[in-house]
């Protein structure tokens, strides 16, 4: 998709750097982040939501989420964290490429993920 930014991004066309990457995803920090250490983590190739994404990229994609997970934690010294994927406008999808956000949480730290 020639004008989605997370597509540009991917393809190293919009410089962002990586937390963590592995065949099919990578992480990078959110733009504007909620609290610090408010992460995404976006899929290599264009897919409009989670519905879109193979099965079979489960196993890349839980990879990701671990281990950036990990290492946010231990940076930021949460102690857990939230995983939010939005899907489709209705729900508050804003990029049309699929995405999830970590969002690092401490104890008390009155953020409120919206669920």
Do not use: W
């Not at 991917?10 to 750097?17: F, L, N, T």
């Not at 489960?58 to 994927?85: E, H, R, W």
Request: hydrophobic share 40%; glycine share 6%.
């Amino acid at each position: 998709m020639a004008e989605c930014i997370f597509c540009k991004i991917s393809q190293g066309e919009i410089p962002a750097k990586r937390i963590y990457e592995n065949s099919n995803f990578f992480s990078i920090l959110d733009a504007n982040p909620k609290v610090e250490g408010h992460s995404l983590i976006i899929s290599k190739k264009h897919f409009e939501n989670v519905l879109d994404l193979p099965s079979i990229a489960g196993k890349d994609f839980l990879d990701c989420v671990k281990n950036t997970s990990i290492l946010l934690m231990k940076k930021y010294n949460a102690t857990g964290f939230n995983l939010i994927n939005n899907n489709f406008k209705s729900a508050g999808q804003l990029v049309g490429h699929v995405h999830f956000h970590i969002i690092p949480r401490k104890e008390g730290d009155n953020f409120n993920s919206g669920v």
